[in-house]
């Protein structure tokens, strides 16, 4: 089966604090993302990678950059932590580009509070 | 206008009944379709993907419009377990025509399926 593993499930941070979100996935997929999701807003993408060192701007960036200095790994940084970015974080990887079946696998979601 | 926009639900059906949710993407170069579900708690998952030509698994009919830009997905015979937020997703293309370059969820639609 997939794994997509998230570093925490739960964090509470102080406002100014820097912030890591680790993800990891171990099937060798191409493409990562990072999402969060908020009440009534539904996911919303941040950022995304299609390769080891490339990155794309999502929807949302402001606030956020993110890593991917190995395929199988893929943060997200909040340099300086606000309570607007109080949210739940998803991570997903995807099958090998081009394939027709979409399928994204998401980790459980690190639930990330801003004090 | 949002890329994409779902019905914004929720929908609260009796079991048995047959119930349709559309969504609609603002993108004519969008590539894929999905549809996804997700439970309380848990992280998204893939339904389906939806074809040009439409398609069925077993109670669950989706359909895409490209003319107007739409999809739809049709679910009979209702039943408890399918009680969940659906959510429709649409993949752009990237930087340099990656296939998954941008994958954009709907807000999702809530589905209560009561005895």
């Known amino acids: 089966d997939v794994k997509v593993t998230q570093s925490s499930r739960y964090l509470v941070k102080r406002t100014g604090e820097k912030v890591f979100l680790e993800c990891v996935q171990d099937?060798?997929?191409?493409?990562m993302f990072w999402y969060r999701q908020d009440p009534g807003l539904g996911l919303r993408l941040i950022y995304f990678s299609y390769d080891v060192k490339m990155k794309e701007k999502g929807d949302i960036p402001e606030g956020y950059s993110v890593s991917r200095e190995k395929k199988e790994r893929f943060s997200l940084i909040l340099e300086s932590a606000s309570t607007n970015q109080t949210s739940m974080y998803l991570c997903?990887?995807?099958?090998?580009?081009?394939?027709?079946?979409?399928?994204?696998?998401f980790g459980e979601g690190s639930r990330l509070t801003v004090l | 206008r949002k890329e994409v926009e779902q019905d914004p639900g929720p929908f609260n059906v009796p079991e048995g009944a047959t119930v349709a949710f559309n969504c609609t993407y603002s993108?004519?170069?969008?590539?894929?379709f999905f549809w996804y579900r997700q439970d309380c708690r848990k992280e998204p998952k893939l339904l389906m993907s939806v074809y040009s030509s439409g398609n069925e698994d077993g109670r669950f009919t989706a359909q895409l419009n490209r003319a107007s830009q739409y999809i739809s997905l049709l679910i009979r015979d209702s039943k408890l377990s399918d009680s969940a937020t659906y959510l429709c997703?649409?993949?752009?293309?990237?930087?340099?025509?990656?296939?998954?370059?941008?994958?954009?969820f709907g807000q999702g639609t809530i589905l209560t399926v009561h005895p």
């Open positions: 993108n004519s170069a969008s590539q894929s």
């Open positions: 997903a990887s995807i099958n090998i580009p081009g394939s027709s079946t979409g399928e994204l696998f």
């Open positions: 997703v649409v993949n752009l293309p990237g930087a340099g025509g990656t296939s998954y370059g941008k994958l954009t």
């Open positions: 099937m060798d997929h191409e493409n």
